[in-house]
């Protein structure tokens, strides 16, 4: 079955450091792939996506993944963390035409 | 920027009853999703919808729910008879045609007694 697992349920930083939030996903081929951010009592909002143009994917407030085949990776990264980035993190995969296939997501705590 | 409301944000309703959960999509668009997350779980598609019919729909999706666009601007989804595993936050999004992405509204927390 399609898949996307999400390898840490919560992670840590120290503000001003960097951010790796790591995502894998299951298929033979090439999905499309999203990262997306969830603030308290905000919508989902999309930070990125991977629709087989470039490997390295830059998305908003700094933030970038690399999509790795080899790997079957579509890991987010961010240079350097700020408070505001304390969020939840999801990894999503399209399934056919239609429909999202959600990571169970990635909690940020960044600490000052 | 435009964006997806839903109203209203959190719905407490007892086991049973009917509820219907309101979105309004961004004005251009034209497939509609359903997903939701129980506490603690993933978030879950739960149906697609194009040119006024379901375009896909999940295993969760099954006769106690269903969903309309009843005027060319809401689109809804109704859970006829609530259980407790009802229970969830609910998510509604939109997305233009031939464009793979989704932009989500907020959320409906809804919560069966």
């Known amino acids: 079955a399609q898949s996307v697992t999400q390898l840490d349920s919560h992670v840590s930083v120290s503000e001003g450091t960097p951010v790796l939030l790591r995502c894998n996903y299951s298929?033979?081929?090439?999905?499309?792939l999203f990262w997306y951010v969830q603030h308290p009592n905000k919508g989902l909002q999309l930070l990125l996506k991977?629709?087989?143009?470039?490997?390295l994917v830059k998305g908003i407030n700094g933030f970038e993944a690399e999509f790795k085949k080899s790997e079957t990776s579509f890991h987010l990264t961010k240079p350097s963390a700020h408070m505001s980035d304390a969020a939840e993190y999801f990894c999503v995969r399209l399934s056919g035409t239609y429909k999202y296939i959600f990571g169970t997501g990635t909690r940020l705590k960044v600490l000052a | 920027e435009p964006e997806v409301t839903q109203t209203p944000s959190h719905q407490v309703t007892q086991m049973g009853q009917e509820v219907i959960l309101r979105c309004v999509p961004i004005?251009?668009?034209?497939?509609f999703y359903w997903y939701r997350q129980i506490l603690g779980q993933k978030v879950e598609f739960l149906v697609s919808?194009?040119?006024?019919?379901?375009?896909?729909k999940s295993e969760i999706f099954d006769d106690q729910f269903s969903v309309e666009r009843p005027d060319g601007s809401n689109f809804t989804l109704k859970i006829r008879s609530t259980k407790l595993e009802d229970s969830a936050m609910y998510f509604c999004a939109s997305s233009e045609p031939f464009d793979n992405e989704q932009f989500f509204g907020p959320g409906t927390r809804l919560t069966v007694l």
């Open positions: 298929s033979s081929y090439s999905p499309s």
């Open positions: 004005s251009n668009h034209l497939y």
């Open positions: 991977y629709t087989s143009a470039a490997t």
């Open positions: 919808f194009y040119n006024n019919e379901i375009s896909e």
